[in-house]
């Protein structure tokens, strides 16, 4: 399977789709699939999130890793997997929901804000980081956790996070970035999403 790496490769961006529903998700899909994206995470507070992710997973899971985010108990992992998402994210730094993850073959993306945490998380085997909030960080934050973070763990800014923000973060050691409102607002149709991943895609390429 690849790595979280190897999809941050491919395009550094998570597409957080807090709020969608299920006839919305394919469209939406469709377009940050085409804009270039290939990471799409579907938070458990969106209405029928499960069935969101199903159809997302049949319909793009050989071009993009579909997951689920604001994950918090064991039951949720097995209904992720159930549905054929591949990526768990939390909010928060739990170790166990992390050896839970990886017991079911998912990837493993938690939230965390201290070393401390950091290092519980990769200990559990975390494949990547979530820095969150990280409007309550900034670059230098990460640079200095860097400093101490294995060189080739992902850490990935998630909020507030525009097209002119990614450049520090990027300098900062940022492998990629979370984008929750920035892409996709609920009752956005899939152009006003596509119009705004392309506004991501052209500051990445910057």
């Not at 006839?23 to 270039?36: F, K, N, P, S, W």
């Not at 400093?147 to 996070?161: F, K, S, T």
Request: with cysteine; charged share 20%.
């Amino acid at each position: 399977m690849a790595t979280l790496k190897d999809h941050l490769d491919a395009c550094p961006l998570v597409a957080i789709l807090r709020g969608i529903s299920p006839d919305e998700a394919e469209a939406v899909g469709e377009a940050l699939v085409g804009a270039g994206l290939r990471i799409i995470e579907v938070p458990l507070n969106s209405p029928d999130p499960f069935e969101s992710i199903a159809r997302l997973a049949r319909r793009f899971g050989d071009r993009a890793l579909i997951g689920a985010g604001t994950v918090m108990t064991a039951t949720d992992i097995a209904r992720l997997a159930g549905a054929g998402g591949r990526l768990m994210v939390t909010p928060h730094a739990d170790p166990d929901l992390v050896r839970e993850a990886k017991r079911h073959g998912l990837l493993a993306l938690p939230g965390f804000f201290t070393p401390a945490e950091a290092f519980a998380l990769i200990g559990a085997g975390a494949d990547g980081l979530k820095l969150f909030p990280a409007e309550a960080a900034s670059p230098a934050v990460l640079k200095a956790l860097r400093a101490v973070l294995p060189p080739a763990l992902p850490v990935l800014p998630v909020g507030g996070v525009s097209p002119e923000t990614m450049a520090p973060w990027r300098a900062a050691g940022a492998m990629g970035f979370g984008i929750g409102s920035g892409l996709y607002r609920p009752g956005d149709d899939a152009a006003a999403v596509r119009e705004k991943a392309d506004a991501f895609i052209s500051a990445l390429k910057a």
